[in-house]
């Protein structure tokens, strides 16, 4: 064995050149090739290492390839039969040897990750535990340990390791943060699938379902929303706390409470299995998952300009989603607006 | 009507041709329409359900109605004279191989325009593919059309087997087997048990949603995870079943524009024989993400990476064919030799895919979408053209046009490639399979523009191949029988085409590559293993056709009995099993026929044979 590490640490140098080239490419945010967290960094560790071996095998299958052709090309004139050779037992031997001493070096790792990735931390006091829960097409988080739950946006402390547990209530989903994490399937069979990663920076990571799931599959993303220890305890004060304020229009607050809260829930309402939890939703990093609350940005828009255009036709925004438009539940354009405007209104703290 | 009652092997290769040609276009088209859509992000070009069927039509289209026919030409076509046959073991089968499958394919196509393509992705995983969750007849369209379709696939892999076991000339003992005959029979092998697994799934599914059974209903008690692993156990395998024909393919192109005699054969039928078996040891890699715990991940992994070595021992094979040869760059040679660094790129990722852990990254991702495709299109299509243009003279006694085959070739080969390397980036930065568009700013937009313009290239290239066929088809069949004039294996040592008996006396084969062995001895043909006599001939008949109408309408029939129909005599029909009833009645009818009267087909006679 020890020879293929020390297979393994002769291409050491071309996977740091390779790191170094892969690193430029996509979001810090998003893409798999700039992990930033340990999870990420392990998955990222293996790719570069079979990427290595990968491109080993085909700058020699690509050089034995171009010199046969240039070199054994049929010239003008050439007419004798070349020797009909029945093969070569050596260089057989050869071509089995070295490839399975390839895969040698990368399944030793790869067991060894496979293994370490199979730490879920579900029994970890210091982990925080979060259920998540897939829905056609939002996320759910419930934080078990603390009796709260939101949607779409999912806080974390900054280096914590937080222990997921998965599951759906309707079709398969995939939950999949590319920057702190590969993804996990939730099942709908009752078997719950946990995992866990941690997060050593602040920051907002995109997180994107990775299953199909209906039409709107691809519209079914999500926030990691990485915070300080202090924050995070904040927040989680805040929402065991919410002051659930509200319209201030009696008419309005009369409508959201029959129209909205039949399905969502805010403040200390119990969590409901329908639909998101709107506590909090005006400081949100987007509406709906995929609208981001960020006018800063040429891609984003004020939060209450994007909760009036999911609001005026949800299904335009997710073709195929369950929320009935309230347009048809009897809300006029200015009623709209104004509850728009209440949940826009609605942050924490 | 010639066509609709032929039994002779090498006018079912023409249908299956025509078919797979037929259904290989609507795929394409489909392809078009999804890459046009994902142009640039934020695209309303489709609508998301309309974007979800194009998918699960395309990608179910192209493997099972796309690829598979133009395999089954080729077998068709080449396997009994390659092996010295006079047509395969069961031609009335093969006939009826043939017609299953092309209603079925037929049925499944007919949903686009009876309400509703199927929309849960050509895997079908449930629960989305269950009524719940996908209520149109779609999903019904595709459990009853692949059924059909693949008892199609099932009845042609065992007349292979068969035939290959029992019907080769004096001689040809199993290690003088061409290796394309030896491809075949190993992938009728695996289509013999990989088959009715989906089959058995696609009932399964069919009486989910059809009759109400809760095989994958989880309020029922059923297993939606079930679904997966029997999709996999049988579509892993599946993969192999298209490749190991490409593989089959290459290992006869080579060698005749190397005029050498393949490289290291005995380790090429191992290597074929192992990866079958590897084949189906490896489906849990397609689950990796499901929570199948790290012990069932570490045993998958490892198992996947071990088909790397095979693999890497036939790829060196045919490197070490050409070497020391006299490489003729003729436009099968041309896609041989593009097939070799595509389909290794398509086996490294293959590698990459197989860590877990790293697999948890890629999965569902545009990395595996550029991956199998590169083994898909860079392996199994590069390698049906190599073997079209290799073997059309001797199916339709043309020689297509070796330039517009090299247009073919390169703009295929560079449409490809744009259109499918950027994906592995698109992938690794984030973007999932499947989704109908993307939200701009992830840095997405320049790749799948430049991916879009590749599909158009390859389109392009497409269009040159039917240019191609087209002129062709008009000049005089003039085609010599050995036309590559290196040609090493017994189709080569008759007419292009060949006589509908093909060999007038079986030759005798006295070893590997017969003809080239013979040609080196000094002689022109082959040394014949009998007398010249009659010659058995078995008649056309119209019941294989009639049976898979049959099929096909108790197919429709039985997905539509439980809907309401506006007009009375409709749901009397439906809702009764009426046509069910009928449909099945015609197929069973067909089958008493065939089995109450005998039929001895017909011989033709020495004089005629010799008068020719
Ligand atoms: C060295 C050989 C190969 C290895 C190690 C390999 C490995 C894998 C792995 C691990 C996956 C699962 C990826 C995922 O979904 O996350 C996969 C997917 C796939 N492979 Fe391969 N593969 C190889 C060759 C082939 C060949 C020869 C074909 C077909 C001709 C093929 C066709 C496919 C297809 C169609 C999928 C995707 C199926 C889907 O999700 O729809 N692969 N491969
Ligand atoms: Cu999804």
Redesign the interface.
């Known amino acids: 064995m020890m020879k293929t590490w020390q297979a393994g640490k002769r291409l050491l140098p071309m996977t740091a050149a390779l790191g170094l080239l892969?690193a430029g490419?996509?979001?810090e945010d998003?893409?798999?090739?700039r992990p930033q967290g340990p999870v990420?960094e392990?998955?990222?560790g293996?790719?570069k290492l079979?990427?290595t071996?990968?491109i080993v095998?085909?700058l020699i299958?690509?050089s034995?390839?171009a010199y046969?052709?240039i070199r054994?090309?049929?010239?003008k004139d050439?007419d004798e039969?070349?020797?009909?050779?029945?093969?070569?037992f050596k260089?057989?031997v050869l071509?089995?040897v070295?490839?399975?001493i390839?895969?040698i070096v990368?399944?030793i790792p790869?067991?060894k990750?496979?293994?370490?990735?199979?730490n879920d931390h579900s029994d970890d006091k210091d982990a925080i535990k979060v259920k998540v829960t897939g829905h056609q097409y939002w996320w759910e988080f419930e934080y078990t340990d603390y009796g709260i739950t939101t949607a779409q946006d999912l806080i974390i402390p900054t280096g914590k390791h937080i222990a997921f547990e998965?599951s759906t209530k309707?079709?398969?989903h995939?939950f999949?943060v590319?920057?702190l994490?590969?993804?996990?399937?939730t099942?709908?069979?009752?078997?719950v699938?946990r995992f866990s990663f941690s997060a050593p920076n602040e920051g907002v990571y995109?997180g994107?379902?990775?299953?199909?799931?209906?039409?709107?599959?691809?519209f079914m993303?999500f926030k990691v929303k990485s915070v300080s220890g202090e924050a995070f305890d904040k927040w989680v004060a805040s929402m065991k706390a919410p002051e659930s304020v509200m319209p201030e229009d009696p008419v309005l607050a009369e409508k959201f409470k029959s129209q909205c809260l039949s399905c969502h829930a805010i403040g200390s309402m119990p969590a409901s299995p329908v639909a998101p939890s709107l506590t909090g939703i005006g400081s949100r990093e987007s509406v709906a998952g995929?609208l981001l609350n960020d006018d800063t940005?040429?891609?984003g828009a004020p939060v209450l300009e994007n909760l009036k255009t999911w609001l005026h036709d949800p299904q335009s925004v997710k073709?195929?989603n369950k929320m009935p438009s309230p347009k048809d539940m009897g809300l006029s354009d200015e009623e709209i607006d104004g509850i728009a405007e209440y949940l826009a209104g609605y942050t924490l703290d | 009507m010639d066509w609709i009652t032929t039994v002779d092997h090498k006018k079912i290769a023409i249908l299956y041709l025509w078919a797979g040609g037929l259904f290989f276009g609507i795929g394409g088209l489909e392809a078009i329409l999804i890459r046009i859509q994902l142009i640039k992000p934020m695209n309303t070009f489709l609508d998301a359900q309309t974007f979800n069927e194009l998918i699960t039509m395309h990608g179910t289209t192209m493997i099972f109605l796309g690829v598979m026919p133009v395999i089954f030409a080729l077998m068709n076509a080449v396997i009994p004279l390659q092996i010295g046959a006079r047509d395969v073991a069961f031609p009335f089968l093969n006939s009826l191989g043939f017609w299953t499958f092309l209603f079925g394919g037929l049925l499944l196509n007919l949903s686009w325009v009876m309400g509703g393509a199927p929309d849960a992705g050509w895997t079908a995983y449930t629960p989305l593919s269950s009524t719940g969750y996908s209520p149109s007849h779609g999903v019904d369209f595709y459990t009853i059309g692949l059924q059909i379709a693949g008892l199609g696939t099932l009845i042609g892999g065992i007349n292979f087997l068969a035939t290959i076991i029992t019907m080769r000339a004096p001689g040809m003992s199993f290690m003088r087997m061409p290796m394309f005959a030896w491809a075949t029979f190993i992938t009728s092998a695996i289509i013999l048990f990989a088959f009715p697994a989906v089959t058995v799934g696609l009932v399964l599914l069919t009486f989910d949603r059809i009759l109400d059974a809760n095989f994958f209903n989880v309020a029922g008690g059923g297993n939606p995870v079930l679904w997966q692993h029997i999709f996999w156990i049988f579509g892993h395998p599946e993969v192999y079943i298209l490749i190991l024909p490409a593989f089959g393919i290459i290992s006869e192109v080579i060698p005749t524009f190397s005029r050498k005699r393949l490289f290291g054969y005995s380790s090429m039928v191992f290597a074929t024989i192992l990866i079958a078996f590897l084949g189906f040891m490896v489906w849990a890699h397609h689950m990796f993400t499901t929570g199948l715990g790290p012990v069932a991940n570490a045993l998958f992994s490892v198992s996947t990476m071990l088909i790397a070595v095979p693999t890497g021992i036939k790829i060196f094979n045919w490197l070490f064919t050409m070497w020391g040869g006299q490489v003729r760059f003729t436009t099968p040679n041309l896609f041989a030799a593009g097939f070799i660094p595509t389909f290794t790129m398509g086996g490294v990722t293959g590698v990459m895919l197989a860590s877990a852990p790293a697999d948890f990254q890629f999965h569902d991702t545009y990395f595996v979408v550029a991956h199998f495709h590169y083994v898909i299109v860079g392996g199994l299509v590069l390698g049906l053209f190599a073997g079209l243009h290799y073997w059309w003279p001797k199916m339709f006694g043309r020689m297509l046009s070796e330039s517009l085959g090299k247009w073919t070739f390169w703009t295929f080969i560079i449409g490809f490639h744009l259109t499918f390397f950027v994906q592995h980036f698109l992938g690794l930065m984030g973007m999932q399979r499947r989704v109908f568009t993307y939200l701009p700013n992830q840095q997405f937009d320049t790749l799948n523009l430049v991916s879009t313009v590749g599909a158009f290239l390859m389109g392009v290239g497409m269009i040159i191949f039917l240019v191609n066929v087209f002129l062709t088809s008009r000049r005089p069949a003039d085609a010599p029988d050995d036309p590559w004039e290196d040609g090493r294996t017994l189709e080569w040592t008759i007419p292009s085409p060949p006589p509908e008996y093909n060999f007038k006396q079986t030759p005798l084969v006295r070893g590997l590559d017969a003809f080239w062995k013979e040609k080196m001895a000094g002689h022109k043909a082959m040394t014949p293993a009998e007398p010249v006599g009659p010659i058995h001939m078995p008649s056309a008949t119209i019941l294989p056709f009639l049976m898979s109408v049959g099929i096909f309408i108790a197919g429709l029939g039985f997905m539509f009995s439980r809907d309401e129909f506006s007009s009375g005599i409709m749901s009397f029909l439906f809702n009764n099993y009426i046509v069910t009833a009928l449909g099945l009645l015609i197929t069973f009818g067909s089958m008493l026929m065939r089995s109450l009267f005998d039929d001895h087909g017909w011989h033709i006679e020495p004089e005629e044979l010799e008068g020719r």
Not at chain 1, 113 to 118: L, N, P, S, T
Not at chain 1, 187 to 191: E, F, H
């Open positions: 892969l490419c996509g979001r998003l893409s798999v090739l990420a392990s998955s990222y293996l790719m079979s990427i071996i990968m095998v085909l299958v690509f034995i390839a046969v052709w054994f090309r049929r010239k050439q039969i070349p020797k009909q050779v029945e093969g070569s260089l057989e071509w089995t070295i490839p399975l390839l895969v990368l399944a790869t067991v990750v496979v293994f370490a990735a199979g998965l309707d079709v398969l995939s999949w590319p920057s994490a590969g993804k996990m399937d099942n709908p069979d009752g078997t699938n995109r994107k379902c990775a299953e199909l799931c209906g039409p709107s599959h691809g993303e995929i940005r040429e891609d073709p195929g």
